[in-house]
């Protein structure tokens, strides 16, 4: 099932199932309440979905404004863990709700000089609360997938001051959380094989699947609550297997396979 968030044409903001190009009405206007009602508003929104009316969004919105946490991760694939222990930790960082922005909404470059990079990344979507739960039961608790454009301003990154790299401030400007268009339930994808691709412009820049993943997204989840609960409605994004420049101008489309495409054009912030 493909839940979206969207706008209608009275401006009203729906949850909705997509159904081809258009989408059935599921009577919710919050995703984080509908995964708050757990596996059986999950049922009543499906069932709703078989026989409800479809109608044209006027707008597809980001799946969620509202996340109570963002925890995005790095050192995750293959290629980035070559050098760390095999059982090292996955780097961890936060985002906030303000850097989210939808499909087809701007990415905006915050200064004239700014150094931006995107991440196509896999997103998890927490459906019931996690407390210490261990790998061999995290999957339960997924309710389904999204992408996101984890933009990356890379003068923070490097620092250059005495404080030393500005993580939190590389990654949480205005527009640097494209997030979308759909949240695909858990029983419809296989996290560890799916086959994504982004272009810039027209030109496919990266080609990659989540097999490269080191961390499966049961020890990620593992990991991440052994301390800390995450509730439904949180976001856990896998990391990036590649990052390329983007400019003002640009184009970025980041598509995964059965979860949708994600684009947003790259505009002067500044101006």
């Known amino acids: 099932m493909h839940l979206v968030r969207y706008r209608g044409e009275d401006g009203a903001v729906s949850i909705g199932v997509r159904k081809g190009d258009g989408v059935v009405r599921t009577g919710y206007s919050d995703m984080v309440e509908l995964l708050r009602g757990g596996d059986a508003a999950l049922a009543d929104v499906h069932a709703v979905a078989e026989s409800g009316e479809v109608t044209t969004p006027a707008q597809i919105l980001a799946p969620m404004d509202n996340p109570g946490k963002m925890f995005f991760l790095g050192m995750t694939y293959e290629q980035f863990r070559q050098d760390v222990e095999p059982d090292a930790a996955p780097y961890v960082y936060a985002r906030v709700q303000s850097s989210i922005v939808g499909p087809g909404d701007d990415i905006r470059v915050p200064q004239e000089d700014a150094h ?156």
């Open 116 to 271: 931006l990079l995107y991440e196509g990344e896999l997103v998890i979507v927490i459906g019931k609360p996690m407390f210490r739960v261990a790998a061999s039961e995290a999957m339960d608790y997924v309710a389904g997938y999204t992408i996101a454009n984890d933009v990356t301003w890379t003068q923070w990154v490097h620092g250059g001051t005495k404080v030393g790299p500005q993580i939190s401030l590389s990654k949480n400007a205005d527009t640097f959380c494209p997030l979308g268009p759909d949240v695909v339930t858990a029983d419809e994808i296989d996290p560890h094989d799916v086959d994504f691709t982004v272009t810039v412009n027209g030109e496919r820049k990266t080609t990659s699947s989540t097999r490269s993943l080191a961390l499966k997204v049961p020890a990620i989840l593992e990991f991440l609550c052994r301390d800390t609960t995450l509730w439904p409605g949180d976001l856990i994004s896998t990391g990036t297997s590649d990052a390329q420049d983007i400019v003002a101008g640009d184009d970025v489309v980041i598509e995964f396979a059965g979860i949708g495409v994600l684009r947003n054009p790259v505009v002067a912030g500044w101006a």
